[in-house]
């Protein structure tokens, strides 16, 4: 047991779909999370974590990011909703939007491995 909640094969499919569907900002981030695999932190993208599938995850720094593009417009309690959950597991969310990949992205990347190194010392 790695004290995860099981996932359902639904959540898991719908992972899976969110994965096909990246708008543009979610794939460019994805590129350059895989490209700096290096690191000491794994990212896992579209992954499901109770009810609620989160668009970035890093499982040791118990860090989410979520790209805040038109699927969250007007889903704004939702969003707070997921917040909650996520926040008695432990885990803390970033909210950013779209517009992260376009100018500065290299420097969003390093920042965010940067906030997952910090995280994982606070938890340690």
Same mark, same amino acid.
């Given at each position: 047991?790695?004290? !995860?909640?099981?996932?359902?094969? /639904?959540?898991? @499919? !719908?992972? @899976?779909?969110?994965?096909?569907? #990246?708008? +543009?900002?979610?794939?460019?981030?994805? %590129?350059?999370?895989?490209? *700096?695999?290096?690191? $000491?932190?794994?990212?896992? +993208?579209? /992954?499901?974590? *109770?009810?609620?599938?989160?668009?970035?995850?890093?499982?040791?720094?118990?860090?989410?990011?979520?790209?805040?593009?038109?699927? /969250?417009?007007? &889903?704004?309690?939702? $969003? #707070?909703?997921?917040?909650? %959950?996520?926040?008695?597991? *432990?885990?803390?969310?970033? @909210?950013?939007?779209?517009?992260?990949? $376009?100018? *500065?992205?290299?420097?969003?990347?390093?920042?965010? !491995?940067?906030? &997952?190194?910090? @995280?994982?010392?606070?938890? #340690?």
């Amino acid at each position: 047991m790695d004290g !995860r909640p099981k996932q359902s094969d /639904h959540q898991t @499919r !719908r992972a @899976r779909l969110l994965r096909q569907e #990246a708008i +543009r900002a979610e794939k460019r981030l994805w %590129y350059l999370f895989k490209a *700096g695999n290096k690191s $000491d932190f794994k990212i896992r +993208r579209q /992954h499901p974590i *109770g009810p609620f599938i989160v668009d970035f995850f890093c499982f040791s720094a118990k860090l989410a990011l979520e790209i805040d593009g038109w699927s /969250h417009v007007g &889903c704004e309690a939702q $969003d #707070a909703a997921r917040d909650a %959950y996520l926040s008695k597991m *432990g885990i803390k969310t970033i @909210r950013v939007g779209p517009s992260v990949a $376009d100018e *500065g992205i290299n420097e969003f990347v390093e920042w965010f !491995r940067e906030e &997952c190194r910090k @995280r994982a010392k606070e938890l #340690a």
